[in-house]
């Protein structure tokens, strides 16, 4: 499962929840999509595969992420 989160800046606290997809493709272009056109806007696409933490929250990793524009 992928995650598309959109920030301002590298703080965990500027992340916004764009969307949950199971494709790829389909993430990936929600991420370009979301950051088309605005500037100091940057995605982050994460990846979850079902494993939780001691505190029962996902564990996810990065799996690409933009510059700013």
């Given at each position: 499962?992928?995650?598309v989160?959109?920030?301002?800046d590298?703080?965990?606290l500027?992340?916004?929840?764009?969307?949950?997809?199971?494709?790829?493709?389909?993430?990936?272009?929600?991420?370009?999509?979301?950051?088309?056109?605005?500037?100091?806007?940057?995605?982050?696409?994460?990846?979850?595969?079902?494993?939780?933490?001691?505190?029962?929250?996902?564990?996810?990793?990065?799996?690409?992420?933009?510059?700013?524009?």
């Amino acid at each position: 499962m992928f995650q598309v989160y959109t920030s301002t800046d590298k703080s965990s606290l500027s992340k916004k929840f764009v969307g949950e997809f199971k494709d790829w493709d389909d993430a990936m272009d929600c991420a370009e999509q979301a950051i088309e056109g605005k500037a100091g806007l940057r995605y982050i696409v994460e990846e979850t595969n079902g494993t939780v933490d001691s505190y029962g929250e996902l564990i996810a990793s990065v799996v690409a992420e933009s510059d700013f524009n």
